[in-house]
């Protein structure tokens, strides 16, 4: 067995000091290590977690997502359209549940013949975790080094390679929303491309926008292109999770993490992590217009979903449904004030601009240049 505690330490000594994952027994004391010594968030979903890690990552902070195999499927998307895609680079350590001969729960005897051949699907570089002390620190450093490339590394760690290391009492916040407010929709709802126009011309040189995959980044970026925008592209629902790590990583930063109906409803458990971790610097912005805008213009359910009760009832301290523009403004203003995690809720108008294009920089090239913009405020 590998002494976890030692072994987190190594982990720390190369900089790995922020994680995020889903509980699972083989994993459980690598999970107590990080909850005990380093900053650990616990995502909804394995998706999330990488998503979180992959923001904090844009924020500098190299990081780890742990999970079992079998969230691994959940975690398909942001590893191959978001860490791939922006080489935002991930540590990961991956339970082998299922493994041939260890007499498992019936559930994991699919994912334990085929956890291998995912990450090699995903092209994701990966290693078992030997139960050597010596050797698993020289496997660190390997995997050191092609994060140090911009490239994913997993461990698929196997039952019993991890020795024990007790839970200390974790103090959990009790949470209260404090602030929920709902103005009447209009008949004349803004188009989305006006809405980002407000929201590019009111960020400052501290502001950070993310914008959601499809024609938001999209539109986003024919408004203003600027270094401190990212267009997301795949990894739907995954927005405020990035957000989320990011404004975690870098406290001094505004970051404005722009949502769409559809991709909240995607990935909904984010906003109780979200709220749970309630950054001061993070502002959630949902522009719903009850429609997958991107792929044709099928309906969402939206119009069935009261977004900013949902923001509300997880304890999102601030949660408010604006109705202008004019309301948008003063709301967003109030918060690059006051600060405090925020959700605004606007309406806005079917459609979008004719002939849109699409962002001509390579993702990679975006991020690169948001992380240049972080470094250099």
């Known amino acids: ?61 190299k990081s780890v997502v742990l999970m079992q195999n079998s969230g691994l499927t959940n975690a398909i998307s942001p590893l191959t359209s978001l860490n791939y895609t922006f080489q935002l680079p991930v540590l990961g350590f991956v339970s082998l549940r299922g493994e041939e001969g260890l007499g498992d729960e019936p559930q994991h005897e699919l994912m334990g013949q ?33 994060i140090s490339k911009k490239e994913t590394f997993f461990f698929v760690v196997k039952k019993g390679t991890l020795d024990e290391v ?21 008949a004349e709802l803004p188009t989305r491309r006006e809405t980002l126009k407000v929201l590019t011309d009111l960020s400052d040189k501290e502001t950070i926008l993310l914008a959601t995959t499809g024609k938001t980044g999209r539109e986003l970026f024919e408004v203003a292109d600027k270094p401190n925008h990212l267009y997301m592209v795949g990894s739907m ?21 722009i949502d769409g109906d559809g991709s909240a409803i995607m990935r909904m458990g984010s906003f109780s992590t979200n709220a749970y971790y309630q950054p001061n610097n993070l502002l959630h912005i949902l522009l719903d217009n009850n429609t997958h805008d991107s792929t ?21 301290p601030i949660a408010l449904r604006v109705g202008t523009l004019d309301e948008l403004t ?48």
């Open 1 to 61: 067995m590998i002494p976890t505690q030692q072994f987190g330490n190594e982990l720390k000594k190369l900089g790995y000091d922020f994680y995020s994952g889903v509980p699972c027994s083989f994993l459980k004391y690598l999970i107590n290590y990080a909850i005990n010594e380093c900053d650990y968030v616990m995502a909804a979903n394995e998706g999330d977690a990488v998503a979180i890690a992959a923001g904090a990552y844009l924020g500098g902070k």
């Open 166 to 186: 007790k839970l200390k009492e974790q103090q959990l916040k009790t949470l209260q929303n404090k602030v929920k407010n709902k103005t009447a929709t209009k």
């Open 237 to 257: 629902g995954c927005i405020s999770s990035l957000g989320l790590g990011l404004a975690l990583s870098q406290p001094k930063k505004k970051v404005v993490v």
């Open 330 to 377: 003063k709301a967003i203003v109030k918060w690059q004030m006051n600060g405090g995690l925020t959700f605004l809720y606007l309406k806005i108008a079917k459609g979008s601009t004719k002939d849109l294009g699409r962002p001509t920089m390579k993702p990679h090239e975006v991020k690169t240049r948001l992380m240049k913009f972080i470094s250099n405020g």
């Open 296 to 316: 044709g213009g099928q309906a969402t359910v939206s119009h069935n979903i009261d977004f900013v009760d949902q923001a509300a009832s997880v304890c999102y």
């Open 114 to 146: 085929i956890t291998e051949k995912m990450l090699k699907l995903m092209k994701v570089k990966w290693a078992y975790l030997s139960d050597d002390f010596q050797e698993a620190k020289k496997q660190l450093k390997k995997a050191d080094r092609y």
